[in-house]
């Protein structure tokens, strides 16, 4: 089971930091990605990187003020959202991928095994 939390309520230009945690979850999975799902829209992948060496990808929409994260001691993924704006708005979801076949398309979400519950980002004035 995967734990998802930091989302709230933040003005436009703030900042918040999503957390995922889940027991033995950074070693048991290849990649680690965040999701999100706006207000009548489809999911859309956000950021993903892979256990082994680090490596990160970002979808174009938050490329250079979001950044992921691991922390393995803590078994924890992180997303750092700076410089927010009112279309980040969404319920954030962790997910994790056995599979290798991240590199090949970390935005697919059937390559996903685990899936955390969702936390909720608003963001606005």
């Known amino acids: 089971q995967l734990q998802a939390s930091g989302g709230g309520l933040v003005q436009p230009g703030g900042f918040l930091r999503l957390s995922c945690v889940g027991a033995n979850f950074l070693r048991d999975v290849y990649g680690i990605a965040w999701f999100r799902q706006a207000p009548g829209k489809a999911r859309e992948w956000v950021s993903g990187i892979t256990t082994t060496d680090d490596t990160t990808s970002y979808a174009d929409s938050v490329k250079g003020r979001f950044t992921i994260s691991t922390d393995n001691a803590k078994n924890t993924v992180y997303l750092q959202m700076n410089s927010l704006r009112i279309e980040d708005t969404a319920v954030y979801y962790c997910?994790?991928?056995?599979?290798?076949?991240?590199?090949?398309?970390?935005?697919?979400?059937?390559?996903?095994?685990?899936w955390g519950q969702g936390t909720l980002v608003t963001v606005s004035s």
């Open positions: 997910a994790g991928a056995v599979g290798s076949d991240f590199d090949y398309g970390p935005h697919v979400e059937d390559r996903y095994d685990y």
